[in-house]
């Protein structure tokens, strides 16, 4: 599927959310036990998983968004995000890839009521303490020179600099699916505009208000927390994977899917077959 058809198979609807317009994908299976919301990494753009998105229709009822800037926190988006699920009246599994990881604690801790269950890959807890505090911390100084850096030069040339960094991580990836995955990302970046990534920034650096989470946030969940934590993930440390297992109650952790920090968009299917599989279980 090109990404020309997905946007004509899966069109994007808008519902009002206390008076804001509110732009998701929603594929309702009437065959599903599960509806699944993938939370995309740090560039934002849900698109990044439109392959995701039709593989996972198979099987489940499917909603995707953009973390849309009519909301400037995480909790904002939090509580209007479950406020959508409420009103298409499903309760849902939250799917998140780095900072969607985070921002799947982020929903639980808020709106509980509206989760049936995690799948976590590459991600680390949100709290200031181990290796998740200095990852924080790290992130916190990295973002804010970012910021700095993007506000006053122009765009197109910050682009190309993040296009190249992108390119040295695709180029440490495994050969399968490298090309396509290239492909992917320079689509996602001619949609990426100034504004939406200053925004993104801000939500990252966000992340860091939400320190709070404990262990019984996550208890309601009792087996049904899937980790995926690639032991060749280079932007989260050994402590940090820890630290989330240690934070859920009986996850199902799995540490042997390649493709570094990015597997879940390399590993395509191979991550939804895992995915699918142990969601059905439990369905």
């Given at each position: 599927?090109?990404?020309?058809?997905?946007?004509?198979?899966?069109?994007?609807?808008?519902?009002?959310?206390?008076?804001?317009?509110?732009?998701?994908?929603?594929?309702?299976?009437?065959?599903?036990?599960?509806?699944?919301?993938?939370?995309?990494?740090?560039?934002?753009?849900?698109?990044?998983?439109?392959?995701?998105?039709?593989?996972?229709?198979?099987?489940?009822?499917?909603?995707?968004?953009?973390?849309?800037?009519?909301?400037?926190?995480?909790?904002?988006?939090?509580?209007?995000?479950?406020?959508?699920?409420?009103?298409?009246?499903?309760?849902?599994?939250?799917?998140g890839q780095s900072l969607g990881g985070a921002a799947a604690q982020i929903?639980?801790?808020?709106?509980?009521?509206?989760?049936?269950?995690?799948?976590?890959?590459?991600?680390?807890?949100?709290?200031?303490?181990?290796?998740?505090?200095?990852?924080?911390?790290?992130?916190?100084?990295?973002?804010?020179?970012?910021?700095?850096?993007?506000?006053?030069?122009?765009?197109?040339?910050?682009?190309?600099?993040?296009?190249?960094?992108?390119?040295?991580?695709?180029?440490?990836?495994?050969?399968?699916?490298?090309?396509?995955?290239?492909?992917?990302?320079?689509?996602?970046?001619?949609?990426?505009?100034?504004?939406?990534?200053?925004?993104?920034?801000?939500?990252?650096?966000?992340?860091?208000?939400?320190?709070?989470?404990?262990?019984?946030?996550?208890?309601?969940?009792?087996?049904?927390?899937?980790?995926?934590?690639?032991?060749?993930?280079?932007?989260?440390?050994?402590?940090?994977?820890?630290?989330?297992?240690?934070?859920?109650?009986?996850?199902?952790?799995?540490?042997?899917?390649?493709?570094?920090?990015?597997?879940?968009?390399?590993?395509?299917?191979?991550?939804?077959?895992?995915?699918?599989?142990?969601?059905?279980?439990?369905?």
């Amino acid at each position: 599927m090109t990404i020309e058809q997905f946007y004509k198979t899966y069109p994007q609807q808008t519902m009002k959310i206390n008076g804001k317009d509110f732009r998701y994908r929603y594929h309702k299976n009437e065959n599903a036990k599960a509806t699944l919301v993938l939370l995309t990494g740090g560039i934002g753009l849900s698109d990044l998983f439109y392959n995701h998105f039709d593989r996972f229709a198979q099987d489940f009822s499917v909603i995707t968004f953009d973390y849309l800037m009519e909301y400037s926190t995480m909790g904002g988006l939090a509580d209007a995000a479950c406020e959508l699920f409420r009103k298409l009246d499903v309760k849902v599994w939250l799917v998140g890839q780095s900072l969607g990881g985070a921002a799947a604690q982020i929903f639980t801790k808020r709106n509980p009521d509206c989760i049936e269950g995690l799948v976590l890959s590459n991600t680390c807890p949100i709290v200031n303490r181990g290796g998740a505090g200095e990852y924080f911390e790290g992130m916190k100084k990295r973002q804010t020179k970012s910021r700095r850096l993007i506000r006053f030069i122009p765009w197109g040339i910050a682009k190309k600099a993040m296009m190249k960094a992108i390119d040295k991580k695709v180029e440490k990836l495994p050969p399968e699916g490298r090309e396509e995955f290239a492909q992917l990302a320079q689509v996602m970046f001619t949609m990426l505009t100034k504004k939406y990534e200053l925004h993104m920034i801000d939500m990252l650096l966000d992340c860091g208000n939400y320190f709070n989470m404990e262990k019984k946030d996550f208890a309601q969940l009792r087996d049904r927390v899937l980790l995926i934590l690639s032991d060749d993930d280079e932007t989260f440390s050994d402590d940090c994977r820890k630290e989330l297992c240690e934070l859920m109650t009986e996850p199902t952790v799995i540490n042997d899917m390649g493709g570094g920090h990015l597997g879940a968009l390399m590993q395509i299917e191979e991550y939804a077959n895992t995915v699918t599989d142990y969601i059905l279980q439990r369905s």
